[in-house]
C-alpha cells in the first residue's frame, strides 16, 4: 500500500514519483523517431531512446512470459548496446524495416498483456511467504519494481497520476475489507478492457456560443459542440452544480475515446479537445474560454444497457515538494541574491532575472505546452556560456544541470529523512553519550550521523510501522556507510536525468515547431521544475557559499568544479583510463584499501540546514 501511495502522491520526491518511461512509452518514442528519417537529428536520438528501452527490458521479468511470443529476446537479440551509436553497425538504422515490424508488434503485444502480467506478477509477490532478510528485501525490490512500471505503463495508456492515487484511496486503504479483497479491486480496475466512453466537456463562452449559434451544433474534426439553452440546464435535475451556477454562454462538447477508464477517457478527449481548440480560439480572439471542472462520461454497463455519469475533475499539478530553498532560508536566499544584484554586471542581473521571469510564467501559465516550454527557456537561458566550448542550447544545459542534480540526489533524500522525524515527531536519539535531534541538524551532521549502526538501526526500528519507508531509507543509509557506492547511486541518477532532459528537449521542440506532443506531460513538467529549482538552488547555494561569485557561469563552473572534486575522492575510478590502473583500483576496492573518502562532500552538506 505504502509503495502505490508514495508512487502517485502529489507531494511525493522526484525519483520516488512513478517514473514518465516505461517499455510502452519506450516503443512509442521510438516508433515516432522513425517517422522523421534523417531529419532533425532522429539517427542519434533514435540511438539514445533505443539504449534507454533497451535497459528497461533487461530489467522488466515480465516480458520473458510466452504470452509475449518471444518478441522481447528478439529485439534485446538485434539491439546490441555496444554498437547502438554506430549508425554504420546498429540494426536499429541498417534494419530499420524489420525493427519497426519487431517494435510494431511489440507494442501491440504490450498494450494487450502487460497490465494482466505485471498485476499477476505483484499479486504473486505479496502472497509469498516470508523469508530471511536477504529474501526479504530482493521481494521488497522487486514489489516495488513490478509496481512501479505498472502504473507507468497505464499511465501510458491515458490514466493519470491523480487517478492512480485514487485508486489507492478506494480500493488500498479501505478498512472495512481485507487486503486480498482489497487488491482484488485494485487489479480488477487497473486491468478493466478498453471500452468506448463518449465524454462530454462543458465550456463557457460568450463569443463561442453566438459563433455556434442558440440551439445549434457543429462538429470539428473528433469533437461535436453544442450550445445549451439555460432553461433546459435549469430543468435538468442530472447536472452538477458547477454546471448549473454557470449556464449562461454553456457550450457542451461530446467526443467518442477508447480508453480503459472513464477518467482516461477524459485525458484523451481533454487532448483531442485542445487541438480542436487551438484552431477555434483564433476567431474567438482575446475571450477567454472557461473549462468547468465537472464532465459527462456515457459508457455501456455489463448488460449493454447506456449509463451516463457526471463526474468532477479533481486532477491538480503534481508538487515538487522539497524545495530547499524554504520560509526557514529566505534571509539567505534574499541576501545572496541582493549581494549579487549589487556586484554583478548589468548583463547578469538581466540573465538571472530573465530565468526567474521564465520560471514563474512556468509554474502560472495553464496550458502545459506553455509551462514546458517557459521552464525550459528558463533552464536555457540561466545554463548558457557556463562552458567556453562550442555547445549547443541543450549541451549546455546538460553540461550544467548534471552535477547539480547529481548532488541533489543525497540532499533531498537527507532531507526527505528530516522530514519523517519531524512529521512522525521522533524524539532524540542517543548517540555516543549525545542526544540528537535529527529535525535540527544541517545534512553534513545528519550524514556523518547515519554511518553509525547504532543510529541506522534506531531510525530502522523507529520506522517499523512504515514498512515502505523503512526499505527504501534502509537502503539510502546504507549507501551513506560506503562513500564509493553513494557515488556510484550518485552517477546512475546523474546518467538517468541525463536522458530524461534529451526528452524534454525532444518534447521541447516538439511543441515549439509542430505542436506534437504526447498526453502525458504531468509527470515530466514535474521532473522539469525539479531540475530548474535544483539547478537554481545550487546557484544560490554557491553564491553564498563564495562570495566573490558575481554570476551564474561563475557558480556553475565552481560548483561542477566541486562535484568533481567530491566525486573523485569518493569514487577512485573516476578518472582513471588505462585498463591495468582500473583493474588494480578495483582490487583495492573490493579488498577495503582503496583511498576512499568523503570529506569535501560532508563540507559541502554542513552548508545545508
Not at 148 to 154: F, G, M, R, T
Not at 416 to 444: C, M, P, R, Y
Not at 462 to 485: G, H, M, N
Amino acid at each position: 500500500m505504502e509503495c502505490w501511495f508514495s508512487l502517485c502522491h502529489l507531494h511525493s520526491l522526484d525519483n520516488d514519483r512513478v517514473s514518465h518511461n516505461n517499455v510502452l512509452n519506450a516503443t512509442n518514442e521510438l516508433l515516432q523517431l522513425y517517422l522523421f528519417n534523417d531529419k532533425h537529428g532522429s539517427v542519434d536520438k533514435r540511438a539514445l531512446v533505443t539504449l534507454e528501452m533497451v535497459e528497461l527490458m533487461e530489467s522488466d521479468r515480465q516480458l520473458e512470459n510466452a504470452l509475449l511470443l518471444g518478441v522481447p529476446q528478439h529485439i534485446l537479440a538485434l539491439c546490441d548496446k555496444k554498437i547502438l551509436r554506430d549508425p554504420t553497425k546498429s540494426a536499429v538504422e541498417c534494419q530499420r524495416e524489420l525493427v519497426v515490424s519487431l517494435v510494431t508488434q511489440f507494442r501491440s503485444l504490450l498494450m494487450e498483456h502487460y497490465r494482466f502480467l505485471a498485476a499477476e506478477d505483484l499479486e504473486y509477490l505479496l502472497k509469498a511467504e516470508l523469508g530471511d532478510k536477504e529474501t526479504e528485501e530482493k521481494r521488497f525490490e522487486k514489489i516495488y519494481s513490478v509496481t512501479e512500471a505498472l502504473i507507468s505503463h497505464v499511465l501510458t495508456l491515458g490514466m493519470t497520476v491523480a487517478e492512480c492515487f485514487m485508486l489507492y484511496k478506494n480500493c488500498l486503504s479501505s478498512v472495512s475489507t481485507s487486503f486480498e479483497e482489497a487488491f482484488s479491486l485494485l487489479k480488477k480496475s487497473v486491468t478493466r478492457a478498453q471500452s468506448i466512453y463518449q465524454v462530454s466537456i462543458f465550456l463557457r463562452s460568450q463569443k463561442l456560443y453566438e459563433l455556434i449559434g442558440k440551439g445549434r451544433s457543429r462538429k470539428y474534426q473528433d469533437s461535436v459542440f453544442y450550445t445549451l439553452d439555460e432553461e433546459d440546464i435549469t430543468a435538468d435535475e442530472t447536472l452538477p452544480t458547477d454546471i448549473k451556477k454557470r449556464k449562461k454562454s454553456l457550450v457542451q462538447v461530446d467526443i467518442e475515446v477508447s480508453a480503459i477508464s472513464i477518467f482516461s477517457a477524459r485525458t484523451q478527449a481533454e487532448f483531442s479537445l485542445n487541438q480542436s481548440l487551438d484552431r477555434i480560439t483564433y476567431m474567438v480572439k482575446r475571450e477567454p474560454i472557461e473549462r468547468l471542472n465537472s464532465f459527462g462520461a456515457t459508457f455501456l454497463d455489463g448488460n449493454d444497457n447506456e449509463i451516463k455519469k457526471f463526474f468532477y475533475n479533481f486532477e491538480k499539478p503534481l508538487q515538487t515538494s522539497l524545495d530547499r530553498l524554504g520560509d526557514d532560508e529566505f534571509e539567505l536566499y534574499m541576501e545572496t541574491m541582493d549581494r549579487v544584484q549589487r556586484q554583478a554586471s548589468k548583463e547578469t542581473i538581466s540573465k538571472i532575472n530573465a530565468a526567474f521571469r521564465y520560471f514563474q510564467n512556468g509554474v502560472s501559465e495553464s496550458s502545459q505546452e506553455s509551462q514546458l516550454s517557459s521552464l525550459w527557456s528558463a533552464l536555457e537561458s540561466i545554463t548558457q556560456g557556463v562552458s567556453s566550448k562550442g555547445m549547443g542550447k541543450d549541451e549546455h544545459v546538460h553540461f550544467t544541470v548534471l552535477p547539480c542534480i547529481a548532488l541533489d540526489y543525497l540532499i533531498k533524500q537527507l532531507f526527505a529523512l528530516k522530514g519523517v522525524s519531524k512529521n512522525l515527531n521522533w524524539k532524540n536519539i542517543e548517540f555516543e553519550g549525545k542526544s540528537v535531534e535529527i529535525q535540527t541538524l544541517n545534512l553534513g551532521n545528519l550524514y556523518a550521523l547515519l554511518k553509525n549502526q547504532h543510529v541506522k538501526q534506531e531510525i530502522v526500528q523507529r520506522l517499523d510501522d512504515y514498512p515502505y519507508a523503512q526499505y527504501k531509507f534502509s537502503r539510502f543509509i546504507e549507501l551513506c556507510q560506503c562513500p564509493y557506492k553513494l557515488a556510484l547511486k550518485m552517477g546512475e541518477h546523474k546518467n538517468k536525468v541525463s536522458m530524461q532532459l534529451s526528452r524534454l528537449y525532444r518534447f521541447r521542440n516538439a511543441i515549439v515547431h509542430n505542436s506534437q506532443t504526447g498526453m502525458r506531460l504531468d509527470i515530466i513538467l514535474a521532473n522539469l521544475e525539479h531540475y530548474l529549482r535544483s539547478t537554481l538552488n545550487a546557484m544560490i547555494y554557491t553564491m553564498h557559499h563564495a562570495t566573490t561569485i558575481s554570476s551564474p557561469e561563475e557558480a556553475f563552473i565552481r560548483y561542477r568544479h566541486m562535484f568533481e572534486a567530491i566525486t573523485n575522492e569518493m569514487n577512485p575510478l573516476q578518472g582513471l583510463t588505462n585498463k591495468s590502473a582500473i583493474e588494480g583500483m578495483k582490487k583495492q576496492i573490493e579488498n577495503g584499501n582503496a583511498p576512499i573518502r568523503d570529506s569535501l562532500l560532508t563540507k559541502w552538506l554542513e552548508v545545508h540546514q
